[in-house]
């Protein structure tokens, strides 16, 4: 039996016990959880790797998250909180949804089963060699995810899988295996729990090490942020200020020049036009660090 479908001895009395002594057995699971994502890192990192590497190499390729149940939506929250916080374009994320995008909200537990409409689930949205396929199953086993999986790998993607149980074929269909080892939950084979918390933290460490590698991110500031609304235009605004060395009021100016894009603001505050700040970093790959270093030579 897989381990994310035992029932586990620690947790035959759960239900008598006190709600203070539950609520403690099932956060000592969680950091177990986070235990194991600890033991997966450097299988992670490479994937990242991989991942912005293929990205860089290609402009339109995207971020496609894969899965069912627990695991899907785990990863489409991923994959749109990319937007505001790292300014990723909308047109480079795309999803596989076991039982489609209402399986977010409403269960579609059936629809994990079809492998055929994964197949042709990433053949609508047209899965090549530009992209990268993250696909996630707690059991490793998920029909729906495993179709996904190799779809894409067909098509040429760099292929991510995510699985919480040593010797999962979909570790096997994918180019690049995460295992998550989470061993049983504390209600057996509710894996929404320990193994979505080991998955959540994995997505999350994944993602951002790639946006990071993408330039997106300029000591420790979300340098691409969407500014819109007040609490984002008020975060762009002190990134201006800290990346820039400049007040609030030359700050705010540079972010009205840029259109509230923070990069090119950093260097409008640095003195450069709009057209040379944008030519800048476009020269670099958008990459701030290397734009200002660039910007600094100029003027020595």
């Known amino acids: 039996m897989r381990k994310t479908e035992e029932f586990a001895e620690a947790f035959r009395d759960l239900e008598t016990r006190s709600d203070e002594d539950i609520a403690a057995a099932i956060l000592d699971a969680q950091s177990a959880g986070l235990a194991a994502v600890r033991q997966s890192v450097s299988n992670l990192t490479a994937a990242a790797r991989a991942a912005a590497t293929r990205l860089r190499e290609n402009p339109v390729g995207r971020l496609v998250y894969g899965g069912a149940g627990t695991s899907a939506r785990l990863a489409v929250q991923d994959g749109v909180e990319l937007v505001p916080t790292f300014g990723w374009p909308h047109t480079r994320l795309a999803y596989l949804i076991a039982g489609g995008p209402?399986?977010?909200?409403?269960?579609?537990?059936?629809?994990?089963?079809?492998?055929?409409?994964?197949?042709?689930?990433a053949t609508a949205i047209d899965v090549g060699a530009a992209d990268v396929c993250v696909t996630l199953s707690a059991s490793g086993v998920t029909p729906y995810a495993l179709a996904a999986c190799?779809?894409?790998?067909?098509?040429?993607?760099?292929?991510?899988?995510?699985?919480?149980?040593?010797?999962?074929?979909?570790?096997?269909?994918?180019?690049h295996p995460i295992l998550l080892e989470t061993g049983p939950e504390p209600i057996g084979g509710s894996t929404r729990m320990t193994a979505g918390t080991a998955q959540k933290v994995t997505l999350n460490l994944f993602s951002t090490l790639v946006m990071i590698r993408m330039g997106?991110?300029?000591?420790?500031?979300?340098?691409?942020?969407?500014?819109?609304?007040?609490?984002?235009?008020?975060?762009?605004?002190?990134?201006?200020?800290?990346?820039?060395?400049?007040?609030?009021?030359?700050?705010?100016?540079?972010?009205?020049?840029?259109?509230?894009?923070?990069?090119?603001?950093?260097?409008?505050?640095?003195?450069?036009?709009?057209?040379?700040?944008?030519?800048?970093?476009?020269?670099h790959g958008g990459d701030l660090r290397h734009a200002l270093a660039a910007a600094a030579a100029d003027t020595a």
């Open 102 to 121: 209402g399986a977010l909200t409403q269960t579609a537990e059936g629809a994990e089963d079809d492998s055929d409409q994964a197949r042709r689930d």
């Open 150 to 175: 190799a779809a894409a790998r067909e098509a040429g993607a760099v292929t991510i899988g995510i699985a919480n149980n040593a010797g999962a074929p979909l570790l096997a269909a994918a180019e």
């Open 216 to 283: 997106r991110v300029y000591r420790g500031m979300m340098v691409d942020v969407i500014a819109s609304n007040d609490k984002l235009r008020d975060r762009a605004a002190r990134i201006v200020m800290e990346a820039a060395g400049v007040e609030e009021n030359a700050a705010r100016q540079a972010l009205a020049a840029s259109d509230n894009a923070v990069k090119p603001a950093v260097l409008i505050a640095r003195g450069l036009t709009l057209a040379d700040a944008l030519a800048l970093l476009d020269a």
